[in-house]
């Protein structure tokens, strides 16, 4: 229809056809994302990817012939500035995959049973280029980063190249908060947090808040059940 926008296209791989139906049900009832297609396996969905181009790619884990994993490596290594941005459903006893499902290219994580506005939401989040984890997974990952070793003896040393505001909105990213709270928490603006945030993943070399979650992790700068401290704004 002339005048309105183009809509977001998707690509559904999981093995099982009820849930594929179920999850292709739900994003063809709405008017701006479209299923252009099903892969009832990892190694069809990498296919698919290549011949599709679709937007976002709602990758199952544990998936016959070819699992969720190595075909997210497969299709954001065939070219990371274009490929689709794929969300990953994973459930409780899937979540020693999240890590490197996060290192393969993954834009979010979802439990399957996420609510309808939950999924909605997550590709729409991926298709805007951002990422997006279930909080319920977020925790759990965080359990694993911090059960992998011992604390690091010392910072990285790119922390000290962010500014106070930009430490101090990275550790509330960290710490899971998102944008319109770290705004009604520091009392500033949704869009200076984005604007701060951006220069402090640009100085780390991080590609999203995802990654933020992640580096903060590996690093120790926090654990688990810790809220970041707040820091003095700056003047």
């Known amino acids: 229809m002339t005048g309105t926008a183009k809509p977001v296209t998707v690509l559904v791989a999981d ?10 049900a739900l994003l063809d ?19 698919l990817a290549r011949d599709l181009a679709p937007d976002v790619l ?3 884990i544990r998936m016959p012939v070819m699992d969720g994993l190595e075909a997210t490596r497969r299709i954001v290594g ?8 794929v969300v990953v459903l994973t459930t ?5 995959y999240v890590y490197d499902a996060l290192g393969a290219g993954a834009y ?16 729409r989040v991926a298709a805007a280029g951002n990422a997006l984890i279930s909080p319920a997974v977020t925790r759990r990952l965080i359990e694993a980063f911090t059960a992998r070793g011992p604390a690091s003896p010392r910072p990285p040393v790119a922390l000290g190249r962010l500014t106070t505001r930009e430490r101090e909105i990275f550790d509330l990213v ?20 984005k604007t701060h945030l951006g220069h402090a993943l640009e100085k780390l070399g991080l590609r999203d808040r995802v990654h933020a979650v992640v580096y903060a992790y590996e690093n120790h700068l926090i654990t688990p059940g810790d809220r970041p401290a707040r820091r003095r704004p700056d003047t």
Do not use: C, W
Not at 174 to 193: D, P, Y
């Open 29 to 47: 009832s709405q008017p701006d994302l479209a299923v252009v297609a099903q892969a009832p396996n990892g190694a069809a969905a990498v296919e």
């Open 78 to 85: 065939d070219s990371p500035e274009t490929a689709p941005r």
């Open 15 to 24: 093995d099982q056809a009820l849930v594929r139906a179920a999850l292709v």
């Open 92 to 96: 409780y006893d899937l979540d020693e």
């Open 174 to 193: 960290a710490g899971g908060l998102t944008n319109t709270e770290i705004a009604r928490t520091l009392l500033i603006a949704e869009t200076t947090v």
């Open 108 to 123: 979010g994580f979802l439990l399957k049973h996420a609510s309808p506005e939950e999924l909605l939401l997550a590709v």
């Open 58 to 60: 709602l990758m199952d």
